[in-house]
């Protein structure tokens, strides 16, 4: 098919709910696509942080290949080797607690939602409190939650039982928390709220109130979970543990997986009958999660994320400083963002142009999260990449 065709293809037959930039990508490897005509990009946020190592990574693809032949698919009916061995990796990694395997990111937390209302049965609480500028998915229940009024709106009457506080303000959360809450969700940096990294003290504190008043806390660490931190699950920063865990996106490394992780002494509430998800935790599915973890762990990924993690940070720094119109540098990791004087979107669309791909959120704040075995070379050159555009915009 050429562009033209492919293009009036997606007009005729894709339901159009996406904003697109005007590219068409044929082939990825490592932090690098290659459009139609063959121009080559370097990518600093590859699939939104699915493909956190990189596109087609090479031992998940060749675990990938194997497994196609061996067993693609199991209904949840019966046991497999696969996610017997994932669910035991990913607890012994984080709390120590029962994995749900689904989808996505949004299913990920639809699970939580489940869990946390089946937890608040025996007292009538079903109230979720969830933060301002956070973005949980698109499902009715997860769009709700989401703390982003331009998601939901349209969508009303949306569901009951969700509350909305300010980030990192705990006087706001005490004055939201009732009787009837049983839960509070939180993204340790949120995403695409425009990398807003939570304080460590209001973390402290909505801890305590937690243990004290008997509510669920809930990361949803769907972007920072997986080395995008330094560490392999955002909370691990902070040094606090959540009750319940919601992954997705970087686990898969490209495969559409989604997990919810609960601490032992809540999982069996989800008793055989009150959750289910078809595809979820198949074979391939999680062999190609396994498959990630391994290659974070032989590469020694969390450590390439702190050195150039740092790396990046100080470069964005350096531009911060040539660049009148660039404002704020911050995030965690390789987890980073900047904020512009100008519109965002036309920063994106000239980076593209100049062979660089980044994100815009919150029409200002400019997304940065490469893959994490990304190589300095190719910070050196995204930044270089970022300098022309930069220069274009001012005189624009
Ligand atoms: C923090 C967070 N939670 C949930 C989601 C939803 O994930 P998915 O699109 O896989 O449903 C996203 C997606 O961007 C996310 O960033």
């Known amino acids: ?32 696509l290659w459009d139609i005509d063959g121009k080559k990009y370097l990518d600093f ?21 194997k497994q196609v032949e061996i067993l693609i698919h199991l209904s949840n009916n019966y046991y497999h080797p696969w996610q017997a061995l994932l669910a035991r990796k990913l607890s012994e990694l984080s709390f120590g607690g029962k994995v749900f395997f689904c989808n996505s990111g949004a299913e990920a937390n639809e699970a ?6 089946l937890y608040g049965r025996r007292t009538k609480r079903y109230k979720i409190i969830s933060m301002e500028n956070s973005f949980h998915g698109r499902t009715l229940a997860t769009v709700t939650m989401t703390g982003q009024r331009k998601y939901n709106e349209m969508f009303e009457p949306l569901p009951v039982g969700f509350i909305y506080a300010k980030f990192n303000d ?21 995403g695409e709220g425009g990398i807003n990294v939570i304080e460590k003290e209001y973390l402290e504190n909505v801890k305590k109130i937690c243990e004290e008043k008997d509510i669920l806390l809930i990361f949803d660490e769907v972007q920072t979970g997986f080395g995008r931190t330094g560490k392999l699950f955002a909370y691990q920063v902070f ?12 686990l898969g490394g490209g495969f559409p997986v989604g997990a919810m992780i609960a601490k032992r002494e809540i999982s069996d509430l989800m008793s055989p009958g009150t959750h289910a998800s078809t595809f979820g935790g198949s074979p391939l599915a999680c062999v190609s999660c396994l498959a990630v973890l391994e290659a974070i762990e032989k590469d020694n990924l969390l450590e390439n ?16 400083k040539e660049f009148s119109i660039i404002r704020k540098v911050k995030g965690i990791g390789l987890m980073l963002a900047f904020e512009v004087e100008r519109d965002g979107d036309k ?10 791909l980044i994100n815009c959120t919150h029409g200002n704040i400019i997304r940065i999260m490469p893959a994490i ?21 001012e005189f624009q």
């Open 170 to 190: 705990f006087s706001d959360l005490c004055e939201k928390i009732d009787n009837e809450v049983v839960a509070i969700i939180l993204e340790l940096i949120q």
């Open 45 to 65: 946020f590859p699939g939104w942080a699915v493909s956190g190592l990189g596109h087609c990574h090479p031992e998940i693809v060749e675990k990938i290949k």
């Open 305 to 320: 994320v702190k050195i150039m993690g740092n790396y990046l940070r100080n470069k964005l720094e350096e531009l911060k």
């Open 239 to 250: 040094g606090i543990e959540p009750d319940i865990m919601t992954l997705a996106k970087t």
């Open 1 to 32: 098919m050429d562009k033209e065709e492919i293009l009036k293809n997606y007009e005729r037959y894709v339901i159009p709910s996406y904003r697109k930039q005007n590219l068409i990508f044929v082939k990825g490897k490592g932090s690098y």
């Open 373 to 393: 075995n990304i190589k300095k070379e190719e910070i050196d050159e995204g930044i270089e990449i970022l300098r022309k555009s930069l220069k274009r915009m």
């Open 112 to 117: 939580a939602i489940k869990l946390a209302r």
């Open 347 to 356: 920063l994106v669309e000239i980076c593209a142009e100049n062979g660089l």
